[in-house]
């Protein structure tokens, strides 16, 4: 977790995924991102899961991502 200005930003490489793949959910001040790769033949053949707890001054209804077009994931979480 990095501080930029006001705000708090997260982030992770996920190019291996395609953007369907990847799940980003937040619960009790923490940040979980996961991701799947499923082959054709329905097995897994790729796993990513990153889970970090952000600091006690964060807007939880702040929390936004994006993707960039080489796949690192950027979470941004506002300070109170």
Known sequence: VR????TYQVVADVSQFEPPDIV???SNCHVTIQAEKVAEDG???DTFTHKCQ???DTDPLSVSCSLTETGTLVITVRRR
């Open 24 to 26: 980003v959910t937040t």
């Open 54 to 56: 952000l600091p006690e």
């Open 43 to 45: 097995t897994v053949c």
């Open 3 to 6: 501080a930029r200005g006001d």
